[in-house]
């Protein structure tokens, strides 16, 4: 298995048993299958790299590579991936790291983003969950190139000293009651250097914000229960992961994940009781449907007999 | 490869005492357990008749706290060390999807079924217990559900666990009318 050049998603997940592992992600029944160790497709860092597999496999692009450890919040899993990419990065040259759920740690933090800037050729950085709660709490957000926060984290964001979205400054708090105050919140996450240069904000309506412009509002088709429906805004990260790695340019490839996205629970029926793989096994369709027309990126079926 | 001691630390999470030698006997339970904190004093703002705190890793308050209280340690309050907030986000919101309830405590969402109380989803939050919390709640009832303040570990945990807790006291309301 060549590592080099690949997209690479790091995060811990919900089996307690599994060792740092180091694999490429591939479906099978609804489940990750990653070196023999079945993970399932929930909310987390599974949701992720399966939206992201899924993508790949479609764009007909080698799948993602994962990089996980069983972690249930006591910390040791993420601790190992922490420790295992500031000392394998250089080796492994990922073209797309994705860093997501994670015990944050300030001190591994700044290491890793040490070692990050250091490559030679330095992959595109993208940070989702409590990764971008430790990147942007050690004042690192500005070395990353992609955040993707849903409300409640954007006006964590917001908050220069906050270290978590469950401790933030209460003036912020009511942002996250309608859409039309969201732009003035983005301002102030961009005046407090809590951005990556592009932020894909997550919420009723998604924006696409790049060095602190709006550049897009997607608020169609409109599904309010997939804010319920946990690992969606983790099949998002995972979709807009998958097309920076397809050669898209940052925000082109946040707009076309918000729309298929959206778009791939609407063909669910996404109700409030519906799993997030239902919700995934729906992109190959989206992409089929709609993908040509967003992106330019035409796959043509070969009819020959 | 594991390290084996880290170099530093930055966990911006404070526990304050009334008594010093408690600080300094949680500090060596905690490091015994495996937490990360280092001894500190506290900052002005926070000072509450004691002069010796203890640093820990914010997001771990919730399995901290509950460490504490297994072990019977006295202390007055966790808290935020930096920034203006110095207390948990306490807004509670609730979303009615017609045959769905779904109830949002700060950056955690809870769905539950308004039926059967059945929980039907989790959602939101980053930290690594919560998918592990998703994985525990998803299919149960409101009223045996366990809670994630038993079970988790982090601030986002938390939250969730204020999300459960209002979630049962809506269903315990509606069971009522």
């Not at chain 2, 880290?6 to 911006?12: D, I, L, N, V, Y």
């Not at chain 2, 609730?94 to 779904?102: L, Y």
Request: hydrophobic residues 45%; negative net charge.
């Amino acid at each position: 298995m060549s590592e080099e050049g690949r997209l690479l998603v790091a995060g811990t997940v919900p089996l307690q048993s599994l060792p740092l592992t180091l694999a490429e992600g591939k479906i099978e029944d609804a489940c990750l299958n990653l070196y023999g160790h079945r993970i399932p497709c929930t909310q987390g860092t599974g949701a992720l790299i399966s939206a992201a597999a899924v993508t790949l496999k479609y764009l007909g692009l080698k799948p993602p590579l994962a990089l996980v450890a069983g972690d249930a919040g006591r910390g040791g899993g993420s601790r190992l991936i922490y420790e295992y990419l500031i000392e394998r990065a250089a080796e492994i040259s990922p073209e797309v790291l994705v860093l997501h759920y994670w015990l944050p740690d300030l001190i591994l933090m700044k290491k890793l983003c040490e070692v990050v800037e250091r490559l030679p050729k330095k992959p595109k950085l993208i940070a989702d969950a409590a990764s971008m709660y430790a990147a942007k709490a050690a004042g690192l957000a500005s070395k990353f190139d992609l955040f993707t926060p849903d409300l409640a984290e954007l006006a964590f964001l917001a908050d220069p000293e906050a270290f978590h979205p469950a401790y933030i400054n209460r003036h912020l708090i009511d942002i996250e009651t309608g859409a039309p105050k969201v732009p003035s919140l983005i301002s102030q996450v961009y005046e407090v250097k809590g951005a990556a240069k592009v932020l894909l904000v997550k919420g009723e309506a998604d924006y696409v914000v790049k060095e602190g412009k709006i550049l897009e509002m997607i608020s169609e088709p409109d599904i309010p229960a997939m804010e319920a429906i946990g690992g969606t805004g983790d099949t998002l990260t995972g979709l807009v992961s998958a097309f920076i790695y397809a050669g898209l340019e940052l925000h082109e490839a946040a707009v076309i994940s918000a729309k298929a996205n959206r778009t791939a629970g609407e063909f669910a029926q996404a109700s409030p009781a519906t799993r997030v793989w239902e919700i995934i096994e729906q992109f190959p369709l989206v992409f089929k449907q709609y993908l040509c027309a967003w992106s330019g990126v035409c796959i043509i079926e070969d009819s020959t007999p | 490869m594991a390290f084996k001691k880290k170099p530093s630390f930055e966990g911006r999470g404070i526990i304050l005492f009334e008594r010093v030698e408690e600080a300094l006997k949680t500090e060596r339970l905690l490091r015994e357990a495996g937490y990360a904190c280092k001894l500190i004093a506290p900052p002005p703002a926070l000072r509450k008749g004691c002069d010796l705190a203890l640093e820990i890793n914010l997001v771990e308050q919730m399995g901290i706290e509950r460490f504490l209280k297994e072990r019977d340690v006295n202390y007055l309050e966790i808290t935020s060390l930096k920034g203006k907030a110095t207390e948990l986000l306490g807004i509670v919101k609730v979303i009615d999807f017609g045959e769905a309830v779904m109830v949002k405590a700060g950056n955690m969402k809870l769905t539950f079924a308004k039926g059967t109380g059945v929980i039907l989803n989790t959602s939101g939050g980053g930290c690594p217990d919560i998918p592990y919390l998703h994985f525990q709640l998803l299919d149960k009832r409101l009223s045996e559900a366990p809670k994630p303040r038993d079970i988790g570990f982090t601030l986002c945990g938390l939250m969730l666990d204020r999300a459960l807790e209002e979630g049962q006291r809506l269903w315990i309301k509606e069971e009522h009318e």
